[in-house]
């Protein structure tokens, strides 16, 4: 990138958040309704509390978690070609923040950006992350949009002027069925408009023992990351989950295509959030995320099908994970 970068102070020119107008989320609806139903469920985007950030964060880090440090090395090796097909003087609006290390990687790639705008529904991380990239390039435009990604939302004025490049890493679009990664794709068209440009890190298919062991680390983390879930129901609905009598299961689903993570409980039990019961029977479990796979093929049927066509796909040597560049076909 042909910014300055620095180690020191942070900058003044981060912007405070941007409350993006939009549909908001209600935790304690989606809860109730959730355990509701006859197969519970819980959204995954509510694992993301400072502890869930935290957790996940030390997933990436485990040596069966190989998505991350798969990604990282495509985004390296490949940020300069990234960063010819972007052009010159784009906006990079980011999906989900995390860690600034990917941004850093794609950014290392783009000539002059005019700004960085990460959007993401989890405040703490929001701020470390804007405050991160305003600190290491002081004279790039930082402006985060506080927003749940999942649901429309509008953009800062800074992205009014020139063309906007959109930065989804970390197979996040997996999380969604491939019905709503379709309806995210079509608004993300909208939002980057004429000539804008996405860049997609895809989990590839794989041998059903990978994907089961990166989902139960040895080190118990992901079962940490799924049972933190009920941490925060206890915290912030006024529930009574004990949680010794629930377990954590991951398992790759190879009909559906994908990564299933359910909390099970183990007996009998009843568990009152603000003042309403929910049971559960041995073995009935919490449908807490899915994690779909694609094929390059089937990631990029899915992409043209969403409004987007296909510049350029890079695949790691042991075909684990995909980095995709995509431009704006219609809106
Ligand atoms: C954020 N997302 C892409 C991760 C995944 O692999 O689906 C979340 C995760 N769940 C368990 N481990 C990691």
Redesign the pocket.
């Known amino acids: 990138m042909n910014r300055t970068m620095t180690s020191g102070p942070p900058a003044s020119h981060v912007s405070n958040p941007f409350f993006a107008s939009g549909e908001q989320n209600d935790f304690r609806r989606d809860v109730f309704e959730g355990l509701a139903r006859a197969h519970k469920a819980i959204p995954?985007k509510y694992?993301y509390d400072e502890r869930g950030i935290e957790l996940?964060d030390a997933?990436c880090h485990t040596p069966e978690?190989y998505?991350t440090r798969t990604e990282m090395s495509l985004l390296k090796k490949h940020a300069k070609d990234i960063g010819a097909l972007a052009g010159p003087g784009v906006n990079v609006i980011e999906f989900?923040t995390g860690s600034s290390a990917k941004a850093e990687l794609l950014l290392s790639g783009i000539d002059t950006p005019a700004s960085y705008i990460p959007v993401d529904i989890a405040s703490a991380s929001l701020a470390n992350e804007a405050a991160a990239m305003s600190q290491r390039y002081p004279d790039l435009t930082v402006a985060p949009v506080f927003a749940d990604f999942t649901l429309p939302f509008a953009l800062p004025s800074v992205a009014a002027q020139g063309r906007r490049l959109g930065f989804f890493p970390?197979?996040?679009i997996?999380?969604f069925t491939p019905e709503e990664a379709g309806a995210f794709f079509h608004r993300c068209a909208r939002l980057l408009g004429q000539d804008g440009v996405l860049v997609v890190g895809v989990?590839l298919k794989k041998s059903k023992r990978i994907l089961d062991d990166?989902?139960n680390d040895a080190a118990g983390l992901?079962a940490a990351?799924?049972l933190n879930l009920l941490h925060r129901i206890n915290r912030e609905l006024k529930a009574n989950f004990d949680l010794d009598s629930f377990t954590h299961c991951?398992h790759y689903n190879l009909v559906r295509g994908r990564?299933e993570?359910h909390i099970y409980s183990l007996s009998f039990q009843t568990v009152r959030i603000d003042g309403r019961l929910f049971s559960f029977i041995p073995g009935e479990s919490i449908h807490t995320?899915n994690?779909y796979k694609y094929s390059v093929p089937e990631f990029e049927a899915l992409a043209q099908a969403s409004g987007f066509i296909t510049l350029e796909t890079w695949v790691d040597a042991d075909h684990l994970f995909s980095l995709h560049v995509l431009r704006v076909a219609h809106q």
């Open positions: 995954c694992f996940f997933i978690y998505p989900g970390g197979s996040t997996g999380n989990d990166a989902y992901t990351f799924n991951a990564v993570m995320e994690s």
